[in-house]
């Protein structure tokens, strides 16, 4: 006749194997989590990156004709 009861962990080396896959398992959903929400921010974030480069270049470009415009006026 077959044993139909439900086995149980009989030593706690079974035990902890069992909790280190459970960790590894929930690593692994978090890293997942964690790639998913950079493909939904990383354009987003290019994007800006992109934008606020662009912008301290004007700044530059502005700063220098400031320059040019104020030393022609003190001539």
Known sequence: ???LSLSTPT?????SN?????V???????????D???MLVKPSIEHLD??????RISQ???SASIDTVGN???R
Do not use: C, P, W
Not at 11 to 15: D, G, I, L, P
Not at 24 to 34: D, G, P, R, V
Not at 50 to 55: I, L, S
């Open 36 to 38: 998913g929400v950079m």
């Open 50 to 55: 992109d934008r606020v480069h662009k912008v």
């Open 11 to 15: 030593s706690s080396t079974s035990h």
């Open 18 to 22: 069992f909790e280190e896959q459970n």
């Open 60 to 62: 530059a470009e502005l």
């Open 24 to 34: 590894s398992h929930m690593k692994t959903n978090q890293e997942k989590i964690a």
């Open 1 to 3: 006749m077959m044993d």
């Open 72 to 74: 022609g006026m003190y």
